[in-house]
């Protein structure tokens, strides 16, 4: 008992939160800090990748960042599409989540700035409707990595609670 105790308190330690939920990140999973965001992860490449996974969270302010749809679309933008996006509307411990599984050859960079293309990218993501806005979580990286890392990812959104 003393063991769980401690697991659970450990677990709380290292909790992330914002717009009044909270999550666990998974163990392995690095926390580095980025501008305008709520917190942002890295997972390590799978054996041939040459590169990492990256989790980015994202919350702009109640009634920002858009409409669900909006950002299935923008985010579907941000792929030269090998397979389309079906969004999926679920309950996740009481919080209306829609998440979406995309591949392709990823777009990366800034909204503004010039795109490199990734070709073999994958992107789960989820947007969670929380008590004080609309979270959103995006997991991108090579294909291989995302489905290797892929369980991490189900592991956060099935950690939301209400902070």
């Known amino acids: 008992m003393r063991f ?3 697991t659970l308190f450990a677990a709380a330690l290292w909790a992330d939160s914002t717009a009044g939920i909270q999550w ?14 709520a917190a942002t992860y890295m997972t390590p490449a799978a054996p041939g990748d040459s590169e990492g996974a990256e ?12 409409s669900v749809e909006a950002n299935i679309q923008r985010w579907a933008a941000q ?5 389309k996006p079906t969004p999926k ?4 411990n009481g919080f209306a989540v829609t998440t979406m599984d995309m591949s392709g050859t990823f777009l990366a960079g800034g909204m503004m700035g010039p795109k490199t293309k990734k070709p073999g990218f994958k ?3 989820a947007i969670v ?3 004080e806005g609309t979270v959103f979580f995006k997991f991108t990286g090579p294909q291989k990595t995302v489905d290797a890392t892929a369980a991490g990812f189900q592991a956060i959104l099935k950690s939301l609670k209400k902070k």
């Open 4 to 6: 769980l105790t401690a």
């Open 24 to 37: 666990t990140p998974p163990a392995g999973w690095k926390s580095v800090d980025k501008p305008m965001r």
């Open 55 to 66: 989790c980015a969270v994202f919350f702009f302010g109640s009634g920002q960042g858009g």
């Open 79 to 83: 792929f030269e599409l090998g397979t």
């Open 89 to 92: 509307k679920q309950t996740i």
């Open 123 to 125: 992107m789960l993501g």
């Open 129 to 131: 409707e929380a008590p």
